[in-house]
């Protein structure tokens, strides 16, 4: 029994330092948030003597954050979309389906793992600008798509595979084409992959500044991480100002993180016993 409990808080005391290292900045954001500029000043890592909200009303309000909120949503919703639709076409396809090429274009998806955003930035934004898509919604979509689509088919194609095929060519006798064998069968057997697949590409999308940052360059269209960095570049000496920025725009991905864990624990580790 000593030994057990020796183990128990060897294992317990570097998890607490490690959530109390990822909960304290979260905690000084807030803190900082709740201050004037002259409190932040005089002692920045003291508690705020009051709850004000004037900082966070300024930066939704006066520098545009509510705006800049309304554009990543849209830009989010539509990516995920088309994310997860062109996704679990593709997975249905390269899993379920025998035809030629399947293992060469499944390794294509793989290696696009393997390329960072900033080896294909500069060829992409030349695309983008010749096709008149810079600083428009449907540009930001599409590079989204570009940049995720191919972790999306990865886990789609691993979570079809752990389907019995049998199932499928039980469907295919009764009658159904290929389609209806995808929205029939498929897409309700997919479900959790995708709500597990479609949070991942969200925070993703959420959290991205560099795509949006090339793709949305007038500030009427930026997105809410650009529009924090503006805040900062706006509000050089006003800390508290940009840390109500950085509290509004992390709001919804904590909400996501806190009630979505274990679809989010799914996604990370989808595919990773079978397929």
Not at 26 to 41: Q, S
Not at 214 to 227: A, C, D, N, Q, V
Not at 245 to 250: F, N, P, R, S, T
Request: charged share 10%; aromatic share 10%; glycine share 8%.
């Amino acid at each position: 029994m000593a030994g057990r409990r020796l183990a128990r808080w060897v294992a317990a005391v570097p998890m607490a330092l490690l959530a109390l290292a990822t909960i304290y900045p979260l905690v000084f954001t807030a803190n900082v948030a709740m201050k004037t500029r002259r409190d932040y000043v005089l002692d920045r890592f003291s508690p705020a003597s009051s709850l004000s909200w004037d900082n966070l009303a300024a930066a939704w309000a006066g520098a545009g954050m509510a705006r800049y909120f309304v554009n990543s949503f849209i830009v989010v919703a539509f990516a995920v979309a088309l994310l997860l639709l062109l996704g679990s076409m593709a997975g249905f396809a390269l899993s379920q389906l025998r035809f030629r090429g399947s293992s060469v274009i499944f390794l294509g998806c793989l290696a696009g793992l393997f390329v960072p955003f900033q080896v294909i930035m500069v060829p992409l934004t030349r695309i983008m600008a010749d096709g008149g898509l810079i600083d428009t919604y449907p540009g930001l979509i599409l590079a989204y798509v570009a940049q995720f689509l191919p972790f999306t088919v990865f886990l789609m194609t691993s979570h079809y595979r752990t389907i019995p095929a049998e199932i499928v060519d039980a469907a295919r006798i009764d009658g159904n084409t290929v389609y209806g064998v995808y929205r029939r069968i498929m897409l309700p057997l997919g479900v959790p992959a995708l709500l597990s697949v479609g949070i991942l590409d969200a925070l993703f999308c959420w959290n991205d500044v560099l795509i949006s940052l090339l793709m949305m360059p007038s500030p009427e269209h930026r997105t809410l991480m650009i529009g924090v960095n503006a805040l900062r570049g706006q509000y050089s000496d006003d800390v508290p100002a940009f840390a109500s920025g950085v509290l509004i725009a992390a709001v919804p991905v904590l909400m996501i993180y806190l009630f979505l864990q274990r679809q989010i624990a799914d996604g990370v580790t989808a595919g990773s016993t079978k397929g």
